[in-house]
């Protein structure tokens, strides 16, 4: 008699970097997609936590993304600023804002 795992879904915002939030949060064999919409969805085996459970996650900023280097001075600058931290460009309001998401 063989035993799946269940698998779980967890949404985790908008698509930039999808793959790397949704290994770093659930683990390497966690599985990412984007929607039509750009959401990025996180599938994972659910199941008791792992010997190192993922950390909390928490949210801030890095300033204003560059337009001529976008996403990739935005990860650079959230992985300086924050440990373990990854950033993506999002636009409010007209602006294009760096956002970092770490594990705090």
């Given amino acids: 008699m063989d035993v799946k795992a269940d698998i779980c879904e967890e949404g985790l915002g908008i698509c930039n970097q999808c793959d790397e939030r949704c290994k770093a949060k659930h683990g390497p064999t966690a599985e990412s997609s984007c929607d039509r919409y750009q959401l990025c969805t996180c ?17 801030g900023g890095a300033g204003f993304c560059s337009t001529t280097c976008g996403n990739q001075c935005c990860n650079q600058s959230c992985a300086q600023k924050y440990p373990g931290g990854v950033g993506f460009c999002e636009n409010l309001d007209h602006s294009l804002l760096c956002k970092c998401q770490y594990p705090c």
């Fill in 43 to 59: 599938r994972y085996t659910c199941g008791p936590p792992s010997p190192s459970p993922p950390s909390k996650q928490c949210t």
